[in-house]
C-alpha cells in the first residue's frame, strides 16, 4: 500500500477529485494549509497599503491505495492539477505499513478500497 501526498492550488482541487475517483481511488482526505514553496509569496494590494504575503494558500491532499494504483492515481493527479505555472505543487509518495477500518476491524487493503 501507498500513501499519496499531493499539494496543489485550492482552484484546480474540483478537477484533481474528479480525476482521482476516475482513477480508481476510493476516498481521500483534504485539507486546507498554507505554504511556500520557489514561489515565495506574493505581494498584494489592499485599500491603497501594499503588503507581502508570504505563505499562500494551498489544498493538501492524502490518498491511501493498494500499490497496484499508485501510477495511475499520481498520473491522474498531476495530470488534472497542472497549470503550467509556478506554484502548481507537489506530489510526495510514501510507503503504508497498515491501515484498519475502524467500523469493521478490516485491514490493510481491504481498510482503503470499495
Known amino acids: 500500500m501507498k500513501m499519496i501526498f499531493a499539494v496543489i492550488k485550492p482552484?484546480?482541487?474540483d478537477a484533481v477529485l474528479e480525476a482521482v475517483t476516475e482513477a480508481g481511488a476510493s476516498g481521500l482526505t483534504v485539507t486546507?494549509?498554507?505554504g511556500y514553496g520557489r514561489q515565495k509569496g506574493?505581494?498584494?494590494v489592499y485599500r491603497g497599503a501594499e503588503y507581502e504575503v508570504k505563505l499562500l494558500p494551498k489544498v493538501k491532499l492524502e490518498i491511501a491505495v493498494p500499490a497496484d494504483m499508485t501510477e495511475r492515481v499520481v498520473e491522474a493527479v498531476a495530470k488534472a492539477a497542472n497549470t503550467g505555472k509556478i506554484g502548481d505543487g507537489k506530489i510526495f509518495v510514501m510507503?503504508?505499513?497498515t491501515a484498519?477500518?475502524?467500523r469493521t476491524g478490516e485491514t490493510d487493503v481491504a481498510a482503503i478500497t470499495g
Open 11 to 13: 482552484s484546480r482541487l
Open 100 to 102: 484498519i477500518r475502524i
Open 95 to 97: 510507503d503504508l505499513e
Open 42 to 44: 506574493k505581494t498584494e
Open 32 to 34: 486546507e494549509v498554507r
